[in-house]
């Protein structure tokens, strides 16, 4: 039996047969992009300064391999590219990140850059032209140099500034664009960024993470309010954020209030404040992070406060829910002389916790994300359960590998698997589940990984002046679920080489075929017992 006969066996395994294995007519199939990272022409016609801009030239041993965003895939010039990769793969959508000061030279709404705005004009009209609907996101951390040193995300006038930024771009590429994303991944900006130190803020100021998520909430709920006032009558889209969703399971089964209090920190301070229905933060996390702060001696909680006004207005800001998933992880309660580190990556300090990657997981070129599939499930099930009847649609989910090569084989292993949870949540849970976003359409710069890390659907050769792109065996695959609309493939959709037991072994760590078809079969078993 071939290793594709053995993805189609796996589908069945799992539970899911002959009609199970097609998705829904309502559900679409994209790949995200975001600016800093496949643009370019970093200070092309009259492009402003971001805070990346400035922290990989002021910065660049820091980056892993010395490297920069200043061409990357050269995507400001090659945009054509892009659209013709992306109508090859047969999607729907695309989303992609508008660069603030491309837009907004100085961050102020003082002056529009009119290169800038022609890009995307060009890029959003070239992708309505080949029918590929375009998804925008507005702010993928490409804070302006200026707005920055102001103080960025602890400033509360960052509110209105993002607000003015918001209203100028829905005035332009409205008229077309029906979905938008104003900010991905706030807890990644707030909660990874401002503890860990090592990108563009000091992890001395503790307050900084916590102003952040409420600036950030606010800054989305304005541009949220200006759209549904100003714009939604006239094109009906729709208008949501994206978040990180790490989730966590109990390290072992006693220690699930703990889980539970984590997946508050980490996922309902960005969500309870927009879908539940009374607003602000959630209680439970409310009163332990005023006990922990007054225990630390402050005379308040390191949480701000929402008025009764701002719950109010902040509450709904959302027409559906935007899930960027990679990884999960196990929660435990520290040791005796043990430190937690911080947030996200180690610990939660708050909680007196630590995080633990799961066992029987496997990784790509980033040790920091466990591939854990069900985790996924887990995770489309709770927002069910914390906040009802939602849309769903995830933002973003990928994998990296390191090095040039076309037979990724891992991240078509990885997609096939997160798919196939996909199709569980939407069939066996109900779940309403409205697409899924592959990160990413291409190689990019990967932040503080440079160009080592890469979750491309398609190649892009960095040596190349051209920037040439070429698909992957993931792209191959991905292209031929999302045009069949099901996870029963065949044989032609994948490269012969895949065929090849020696290769699909080797890129699996060595693990013989049928171990690999058990681990798999169990995990997804246990998962509707866990349900």
């Not at 080489?497 to 049928?514: C, I, P, Q, R, T």
Request: aromatic residues 14%; contains cysteine; charged residues 20%.
């Amino acid at each position: 039996m071939s290793p594709l006969h053995t993805l189609v066996l796996l589908s069945f395994l799992g539970g899911l047969a002959g009609s199970d294995v097609e998705f829904p007519p309502n559900f679409k199939f994209g790949a995200a992009t975001s600016s800093y990272q496949i643009e370019g022409g970093w200070n092309d016609d009259g492009k402003g300064p971001s805070v990346w801009d400035d922290y990989v030239h002021e910065n660049r041993v820091k980056i892993k391999d010395n490297s920069n965003g200043d061409v990357a895939a050269d995507s400001y010039h090659l945009w054509k590219e892009d659209i013709k990769i992306t109508k090859e793969l047969g999607l729907q959508f695309y989303r992609f990140s508008i660069n603030w000061p491309r837009i907004l030279p100085t961050g102020f709404s003082n002056k529009i850059n009119k290169a800038g705005v022609k890009y995307y004009n060009e890029l959003i009209d070239g992708l309505v032209s080949a029918g590929v609907e375009p998804v925008v996101t507005l702010y993928h951390w490409e804070t302006p140099i200026i707005i920055h040193k102001l103080g960025g995300w602890t400033n509360p006038l960052i509110v209105k500034w993002f607000a003015h930024y918001a209203r100028i771009v829905f005035s332009l590429f409205g008229d077309r664009v029906k979905t938008w994303i104003t900010i991905n991944e706030a807890n990644v900006q707030c909660d990874y960024f401002y503890n860990s130190g090592i990108f563009i803020t000091a992890k001395e100021d503790v307050f900084a993470p916590f102003l952040c998520n409420k600036h950030i909430l606010m800054a989305h709920a304005h541009a949220y309010r200006i759209y549904e006032k100003e714009f939604k009558p006239k094109y009906g889209g729709s208008v949501s954020l994206a978040n990180n969703f790490l989730w966590l399971d109990p390290y072992i089964s006693n220690h699930e209030e703990l889980a539970e209090l984590g997946r508050e920190h980490a996922i309902g301070r960005y969500s309870h404040p927009i879908y539940s229905k009374k607003g602000g933060w959630p209680p439970v996390l409310e009163k332990v992070l005023l006990e922990y702060s007054l225990k630390q001696g402050y005379k308040e909680s390191r949480l701000p406060t929402f008025t009764k006004q701002e719950k109010e207005f902040v509450r709904g800001t959302a027409d559906f829910y935007g899930v960027n998933y990679y990884t999960s992880n196990l929660i435990r309660p520290i040791k005796p002389g043990e430190d937690p580190g911080y947030f996200f990556i180690t610990g939660v300090p708050e909680l007196n916790a630590i995080l633990v990657h799961p066992n029987n997981t496997w990784y790509g070129a980033l040790d920091i994300l466990p591939v854990y599939p069900l985790g996924l499930r887990r995770s489309l099930s709770w927002l069910k359960k914390s906040y009802g009847d939602i849309d769903i649609l995830i933002t973003e989910c990928g994998f990296s590998t390191a090095g040039y090569d076309l037979n990724d084989y891992k991240r078509t292993n990885f997609y096939r698997d997160h798919l196939e949870q996909v199709l569980l949540s939407i069939k066996a849970d109900n779940v309403s589940v409205i697409g899924f976003t592959a990160w990413s359409l291409e190689d990019n710069f990967e932040w503080t990984n440079g160009y080592n890390s890469k979750f491309g659907l398609y190649e892009v050769n960095f040596e190349d002046p051209k920037r040439s792109r070429t698909p992957r065996n993931s792209a191959h695959y991905y292209s031929c679920v999302a045009k069949n609309r099901s996870l029963n493939v065949t044989s032609s959709c994948i490269d012969s080489s895949y065929n090849s037991g020696d290769v699909w072994l080797a890129e699996n760590g060595g693990k013989s075929l049928n171990s690999e078809i058990i681990l798999t079969a169990l995990n997804i078993i246990l998962g509707y017992f866990l349900f």
